[in-house]
T-cell receptor
Framework: DVKVTQSSRYLVKRTGEKVFLECVQD?????MFWYRQDPGLGLRLIYF???????EKGDIPEGYSVSREKKERFSLILESASTNQTSMYLC?????????????FGDGTRLSIL | GENVEQHPSTLSVQEGDSAVIKCTYS??????FPWYKQELGKGPQLIID?????GEKKDQRIAVTLNKTAKHFSLHITETQPEDSAVYFC???????????FGDGTTLTVKP
């Protein structure tokens, strides 16, 4: 079974701090994703990566950056945290394939910015 | 880009009844349609998926139907049980795109 592990379940940070959210997958998947989940807004894609050191902006990249130095690890960085970034953050991974592939999600990090 | 609309946003049924959730998509090139279930405190998990060369797929009490002409697909859950209570997301993606576009989710409540 694929396991996607997010380093923290709950995180509380202060406005202006630099925040790192870490995600690790154990199935050698090429694709990795960061989503933000807010009530009534579904899953919104922040960034995704299809290979080491490769990244593409999703729908809401402003205020975020990412890092993928190793295939199994994908980090989301809030450069200067703001209260409107309080949210649930979900990481996912999937195989690269010609046909669509399902995404495997971690259990999320609930981030509060005070 | 792709746009996926999901209805209803909330659905309440009695245990044993059926539940149907519907999604429409805008990009006719989309050809992979997964459904995810998200239980409280967990990430979404794939429960069933369908590809565009198939019109219907069934797995025990859940089934998915796809109408490519109308660009809509539906999730059917029969004989619902309290443990089916969760948030359900539909999604659509194209070949090799990696990304999926998700619907906004449906909160299903099954009353015992």
């Amino acid at each position: 079974d694929v396991k996607v592990t997010q380093s923290s379940r709950y995180l509380v940070k202060r406005t202006g701090e630099k925040v790192f959210l870490e995600c690790v997958q154990d199935m050698d998947h090429e694709n990795m994703f960061w989503y933000r989940q807010d009530p009534g807004l579904g899953l919104r894609l922040i960034y995704f990566s299809y290979d080491v050191k490769m990244k593409e902006k999703g729908d809401i990249p402003e205020g975020y950056s990412v890092s993928r130095e190793k295939k199994e690890r994908f980090s989301l960085i809030l450069e200067s945290a703001s209260t409107n970034q309080t949210s649930m953050y979900l990481c996912a991974s999937s195989l690269y394939g010609v046909a669509g592939q399902p995404q495997h999600f971690g259990d999320g990090t609930r981030l509060s910015i005070l | 880009g792709e746009n996926v609309e999901q209805h209803p946003s909330t659905l309440s049924v009695q245990e044993g009844d059926s539940a149907v959730i519907k999604c429409t998509y805008s990009d006719s090139a989309s050809n992979y349609f997964p459904w995810y279930k998200q239980e409280l405190g967990k990430g979404p998990q794939l429960i069933i998926d369908i590809r565009s060369n198939v019109g219907e797929k069934k797995d025990q009490r859940i089934a998915v139907t796809l109408n490519k002409t109308a660009k809509h697909f539906s999730l059917h859950i029969t004989e619902t049980q309290p443990e089916d209570s969760a948030v359900y997301f539909c999604a659509a993606s194209k070949n090799n795109a990696g990304k999926s576009t998700f619907g906004d989710g449906t909160t299903l409540t099954v009353k015992p």
